[in-house]
C-alpha cells in the first residue's frame, strides 16, 4: 500500500512539473506571438505610408494615439509575461522574450511616434532608416526567442522521457 501511495505522488509530482512546464510554454508562446502579430500589423502600416500623415489632417491624432497604443499594448503584454513564473529549463526563453517585447515598446514604439510626429520628409526618411534597422534586430531577437524556446522544449521533453521511463 506505501509503494502504491508513493508511486502515486511520484506520478502526480512529475505530472504536474510536465504541465506547468506545458502551460508556462503555452502562454509564453501566446504573448509572444500577440506582440509580434502587432509589430507586424504595424510595420505593414508603415511601409504602406499610413503613417505618413500631416498634423494638419484629422488622422493625425489618431495615427499618433494608434503608435502610443501599440507600445502600451506591449508593455501591458511585457507586465503580464513578467507575472510569469518560468521553470529553470524555460529561464533563457523567458529573459530573451521580456528583452523582445521591452524593444518593441522602447525601440521600435518610440521610433514610430517620432516618425509620425516628424514634419519633414528627410527627417521622416532617416527615421525609417532607423525603423528599418530596429525592424532587423527585433527578428534577429525573435529568433533568439525561438531558439531558446526549442532548447527549453527540448530539455523538458528529455526530463519528461526520463519521468516516463522511471
Given at each position: 500500500m506505501r509503494i502504491l501511495a508513493l508511486v502515486v505522488t511520484i506520478f502526480t509530482i512529475c505530472s504536474c512539473r510536465s504541465n506547468f512546464e506545458s502551460g508556462y510554454n503555452e502562454k509564453m508562446a501566446h504573448l509572444f506571438q500577440s506582440c509580434t502579430e502587432k509589430l507586424e500589423e504595424s510595420y505593414g502600416k508603415l511601409l504602406n505610408g499610413e503613417?505618413?500623415?500631416d498634423k494638419s489632417e484629422s488622422s493625425y491624432e489618431m495615427k499618433l494615439n494608434e503608435a502610443r497604443a501599440l507600445s502600451s499594448y506591449i508593455k501591458g503584454i511585457k507586465c503580464e509575461a513578467v507575472q510569469l513564473r518560468?521553470?529553470?529549463?524555460?529561464?533563457?526563453f523567458h529573459v530573451a522574450t521580456v528583452t523582445y517585447m521591452a524593444q518593441i515598446a522602447d525601440g521600435y514604439g518610440v521610433l514610430l511616434i517620432k516618425y509620425i510626429d516628424e514634419q519633414k520628409k528627410g527627417a521622416r526618411k532617416s527615421l525609417l532608416r532607423e525603423i528599418t534597422d530596429e525592424k532587423t534586430r527585433l527578428a534577429a531577437l525573435a529568433d533568439e526567442c525561438f531558439a531558446h524556446q526549442m532548447a527549453f522544449l527540448h530539455q523538458a521533453?528529455?526530463?519528461?522521457?526520463?519521468?516516463t521511463r522511471k
Open positions: 503613417y505618413d500623415v518560468p521553470a529553470k529549463t524555460a529561464e533563457g521533453g528529455k526530463k519528461g522521457d526520463k519521468e
